[in-house]
């Protein structure tokens, strides 16, 4: 796979940043093991796929150990004494805020494989952010199984609001947006606190 990092993306690359973060050199190592990867999975949509790759190898061990899964089961992270915020968040400027809710005071696990969200050279046109490749990386996921997380319910919406308003232009899809609900309201995302 011809892949490269959109500048979407490279929000993933700043210390700040509340997902999974990166750096350049880890995602260079990820770029070249999706050459060859785990496993491919269509995405939400024709110009989506997602690239897992194993975050270990027998020889190697842990290829990323930094790398942490950031998604926990809600009634584990409150066993944990984990605090519940929420908030209106946009994740740039030229967004809208949406509601989101996250935990923190506790630790998230390593993360054991790597999901990349990959978005074809033509869709990336759409939305404005150009890249040479066939595939540009839009997000970064450390996770704890292969199995990929539903998109947020508030990222269904946000799409097919249309890439005028960060989104993909990809209208919902009710069985999915049902499961990616079932989903989030079983799990919550976990945000570290010296953010």
Known sequence: MNIEMCEFA???????FYGTRVNEAMVNKMIDLAKVPYEVIPGYADFCCIA???NHSESEGYIFPDLESLTIER??????????????EARNENELAVLVDWVSGINPSRAEWVHLILYSREQ????GDKVNADWAIV???GAATKEVEPMRPITSMRNALGVEEGGSGVAIDRKAYQESVDFWSKYIMIRREEV
């Not at 490279?10 to 700040?16: T, V, W």
């Not at 009634?75 to 209106?88: D, P, S, T, V």
């Not at 990336?124 to 939305?127: I, L």
């Open 52 to 54: 897992v790759l194993k």
């Open 10 to 16: 490279e929000r993933q690359y700043k210390k700040d």
């Open 75 to 88: 009634e584990e992270a409150k066993k944990l004494g984990a605090e519940l915020h929420c908030a209106y």
């Open 124 to 127: 990336m046109e759409k939305e």
């Open 139 to 141: 997000s970064i996921n």
